[in-house]
């Protein structure tokens, strides 16, 4: 009684705060901080949509960018790398802006599903959560995600060590440094990239904690529970960002005539967390079905062995009893413990199809050339 006490309480504070906002990730405090500004320069009462916030943040990191470029006389340079890189200066300008617009797009879209993970767990997930321990492990998976200290400093550490590194690399690539300008665009750009894998790494996160999450499914075939769907849906959804995000960075990179050659290198090496992320999301929910199933089989074990200790073997009635509870036995223990299904595997192959389209894509012109050969 004290434990399912404990249980409801935890369960109405942990909806408390999800519902007062107290859970806010850094992207949100940013993101709200921009809306507050806009909304006081255009007198606007209602928030910006997030595509509108993706296209005027776009517009000003470019900017930045640009001024930083002009203002320390990196042009020269700049067309020198574009040349490097086979794109020629217009498509080099058009390259760098549609990076842009990539990164600051997936921060929006990686926050936005994590904001859908709060929501499904205030809505159902909580009243459906069966032990503290699994409340207190999803508290901490929270306070990780929103941990604006911790990320900030990961942001700065990753967006130096990164774009150093890259300014370093390129700047041996092209035979001298690549200005101040253009390096000042680099770390500005890897800090979203560091947003990104923090981002990444607290998505990831949450199917090992749900490992050991004890979650109340439809008894008879938990594998078949609308909320396991659900939750399936939320993850997949991430695997399949991971795809699209692999799938640009392909063709990026196939474009560009210095590593048009690692294209495929590349296809494989973005395979590897595309599988990886399929395989935990999986696992983890296989881990749930699991617990649910085998709880309600010993509640099963538990009734025999109940009417067994009675030693009335010869009542019908005891007997009776047995049989059904045995059977229903044999019903859920043949039930699967995995949430694949058909369409699991099927939107798993298309996520890995991706990634190879858009190097078959950036190589179109040579998988022409194969058809067109005469023998």
């Known amino acids: 009684m004290i434990t399912d006490t404990v249980l409801i309480e935890k369960r109405e504070e942990l909806k408390r705060r999800l519902t007062a906002g107290e859970y806010k990730t850094l992207v949100d405090v940013f993101l709200t901080r921009i809306n507050r500004v806009i909304q006081k320069i255009t007198r606007r009462t209602k928030p910006l949509p997030p595509w509108l916030i993706t296209v005027l943040l776009s517009l000003v990191v470019n900017l930045i960018g640009f001024a930083a470029i002009y203002i320390t006389g990196d042009l020269i340079i ?24 990539l990164h600051i797009t997936a921060v929006i879209i990686i926050n936005q599903s994590i904001g859908r993970i709060f929501v499904l767990w205030r809505d159902d997930i909580l009243d459906a959560t069966e032990s503290v321990t699994s409340l207190h492990e999803f508290e901490d998976w929270l306070e990780k995600a929103c941990n604006l200290r911790l990320h900030f400093l990961v942001t700065i550490f990753v967006a130096l060590l990164v774009g150093l590194f890259s300014v370093a690399s390129i700047s041996t690539l092209l035979g001298e440094f690549v200005g101040y300008g253009i390096t000042f665009g680099i770390v500005i750009l890897n800090m979203f990239t560091a947003v990104i894998v923090y981002q990444g790494s607290i998505v990831m996160l949450l199917p090992s904690m749900l490992r050991r999450y004890d979650l109340r499914l439809f008894a008879a075939d938990p594998a078949t529970s609308e909320l396991l769907s659900r939750l399936s849906g939320e993850l997949g959804f991430f695997v399949y960002f991971v795809a699209v995000y692999a799938a640009l960075i392909t063709l990026a990179n196939v474009s560009l005539e210095t590593f048009r050659t690692g294209g495929i290198v590349v296809v494989l090496f973005l395979w590897l967390p595309i599988i990886a992320t399929f395989a935990m999301n999986q696992t983890s929910l296989s881990s749930i079905v699991r617990r649910a199933k085998w709880k309600t089989l010993n509640e099963i074990q538990a009734k025999v062995e109940k009417l067994q200790a009675s030693e009335n073997f010869e009542a019908k009635e005891t007997m009776d009893a047995i049989n059904r509870l045995l059977d229903y036995h044999e019903r859920v223990n043949k039930t699967r413990t995995s949430a694949l299904d058909f369409r699991a595997y099927l939107d798993f192959i298309n996520s890995l199809l991706l990634p190879l389209l858009a190097f078959l894509l950036g190589n179109l012109d040579k998988v022409l050339s194969l058809f067109s050969t005469k023998p």
């Not at 700049?78 to 617009?101: Q, R």
Request: no cysteine; charged share 5%; aromatic share 16%.
């Open 78 to 101: 700049f067309n020198n790398l574009a040349e490097l890189f086979g794109l020629g200066y217009g498509l080099g300008v058009l390259s760098w802006i549609l990076l842009v617009v």
